[in-house]
């Protein structure tokens, strides 16, 4: 691909499926099929209505909280299963067991016990963040190359300096990795979870209008947190990058959402 | 100095190092055995004894498989013998500690670290006060002849480069014996040339023991005092020969030199009657 096109590429992309879309719809002539223009202009009066905003800002909020402690449980863990086989032998199985299961539907249980509120919400998108993070935490100490940590011993790093000083920056790279699939469950997670438990958030938002057949207003949302995906993302790598600018360069994905 | 014989020391507890040294580090009867998947142990080491004197140079060279990065690593304090002791001016070695460092042929530098933030790394982790461990592995580098490259990450360094850092990074924080692991093993004839150089010339200079792993029975008479030859199945050690050649050594001396050669042609050749059917090269 030539200099020019490349930057434009997503962005022509994201046309072609608008285009796309508004033929379907003009062609399919279905109402709960809303036009892609139709969806766009919705967007605005959602932007701008401060209701909408404080569900919004509120659903980021439980994210955030979410994908904070879930990052702060994870990676510790993540890096001792790789670097103690009794910790791994104890955990691993654990793990398989939860892993396979949606998280969002723990979210019944979790409402019986927890009520309906913030809390309940912020730890099924902890549960979604958490798996992908220990995995790749683990595999990342685990891959850690022993040569170094024994330099490291040499200097008279004591265990606990060596998982901090060593281990830690030597697996950022596979880290951050799953940071970033983590991300994306937590956006996944915190619409599920609203979705289940409705009181606020964009997920309330969007099922709300599911529910009395605005479709314009549904599509809008579903542009909406499309759009949060994106700039978290790309928000996120640019942070990422900075932070392994030391590592050898690996393979990176044409699409940074995956 | 006139063409010496060669004289072959004993098969174990043999001394080794400069006349009449102290010796700093003592290997006694130590073996290691590991288990393997099919029951079956494996004897990397078999009741090797060996004493290395205060500044030494002295090579353990041998065949792949004989165990000889092992007992570096025993020595180290990384691996742990099954049997017997090795001990440090003295005190048995129980782990790593900043009076043996090791160089690796993997080089293990910290990716995430600059060159200057690698050197500085052992300094400070030992309560050097920064300013005065930057000025200590400037130097350092310089004698590498790394200056310019201290902002450097190690990805963007050649493999020579990488081990100049390493070396630097060790002597950083000052050890009294250097572990080399066949540190010139991952090189290209011309770049481990030029390191065989430039070690020897730093060694020359301050003379510090080194224990140095290496298949290459040129590298080891090139560089050593004292080479150790071992084989394999089990790893025990086979002879020790005193490299009687006149320091400070240039190469391109030694190649003309008759001892030199002789040297090499000797070792070879046990080498060969050992049936070791990988031969060192």
């Known amino acids: ?258 | 100095m006139g063409v010496t014989p060669i004289r072959p020391g004993q098969l174990a507890g043999v001394s080794l190092g400069r006349r009449a040294a102290t010796p700093i580090i003592e290997i006694e009867h130590v073996s290691q055995v590991f288990k393997t998947s099919s029951r079956r142990d494996h004897t990397a080491l078999s009741d090797i004894s060996l004493t290395v004197g205060e500044g030494a140079f002295v090579s353990i060279l041998g065949p792949s498989g004989c165990g000889k990065s092992t007992l570096l690593y025993i020595v180290g304090g990384f691996v742990s013998p099954t049997s017997g002791t090795a001990k440090m001016k003295g005190k048995p070695i129980t782990g790593p500690g900043p009076d043996r460092g090791p160089v690796f042929q993997e080089f293990a530098l910290f990716p995430w670290k600059s060159v200057l933030g690698n050197v500085m790394y052992g300094p400070l982790q030992q309560g050097m006060k920064p300013a005065k461990a930057e000025a200590l592995a400037r130097t350092l580098l310089a004698m590498v002849g790394l200056t310019g490259f201290e902002k450097f990450y190690p990805k963007e360094l050649s493999g020579g480069m990488k081990q100049r850092v390493a070396l630097a990074r060790t002597l950083a924080y000052g050890p009294e014996v250097l572990l080399m692991d066949e540190p010139f093993g991952a090189l290209d004839a011309h770049t481990r040339t030029r390191l065989q150089n430039d070690l020897l010339e730093i060694w020359e200079r301050d003379r510090k023991t080194v224990l140095f792993v290496t298949h290459s029975v040129e590298e080891a008479v090139f560089l050593s005092d004292k080479v150790v030859m071992m084989s394999r199945s089990p790893g025990r050690i086979r002879e020790v020969i005193d490299i009687d050649l006149p320091r400070p050594r240039r190469r391109e001396e030694l190649l003309l030199d008759p001892n030199y050669q002789r040297y090499i042609v000797e070792i070879e050749r046990m080498f060969d009657a050992s049936g070791d059917n990988e031969l060192p090269s």
């Open chain 1, 1 to 258: 691909m030539n200099g020019l096109l490349k930057p434009l590429a997503p962005v022509l992309a994201c046309c072609g499926l608008l285009l796309a879309w508004q033929l379907a719809s003009l062609g399919l002539k279905n109402d709960s099929f809303p036009t892609a223009l139709e969806s766009l202009r919705a967007i605005p009066p959602i932007l701008t209505d401060k209701e909408s905003l404080i569900n919004i800002l509120a659903s980021l909020r439980r994210m955030a909280i979410g994908f904070g402690l879930a990052l702060a449980f994870s990676i510790p863990l993540g890096l001792l299963m790789g670097r103690s086989r009794a910790t791994a032998a104890f955990f691993n199985p654990l793990l398989m067991l939860i892993y396979p299961v949606p998280k969002a539907a723990l979210m019944p249980i979790i409402m019986l016990w927890l009520g309906v509120g913030d809390i309940s919400k912020t730890l099924v998108i902890f549960l979604g963040v958490s798996l992908p993070v220990i995995y790749h935490s683990f595999e990342g100490a685990k891959a850690v190359e022993e040569k170094m940590l024994w330099s490291g011993a040499a200097m008279g790093l004591s265990p606990g300096e060596r998982l901090l000083r060593i281990v830690l920056p030597a697996a950022l790279p596979e880290i951050l990795t799953g940071c970033r699939t983590g991300l994306v469950l937590a956006l996944i997670t915190m619409v599920t979870s609203e979705m289940i438990a409705r009181q606020s958030g964009a997920g309330n938002i969007l099922f709300n209008a599911l529910d009395m057949g605005q479709y314009d207003t549904v599509f809008a949302m579903i542009i909406i947190v499309g759009a949060m995906g994106i700039c978290l993302d790309a928000a996120f790598e640019i942070v990422r990058r900075w932070l392994v600018r030391w590592s050898e360069p690996q393979f990176d994905m044409p699409l940074s959402f995956s």
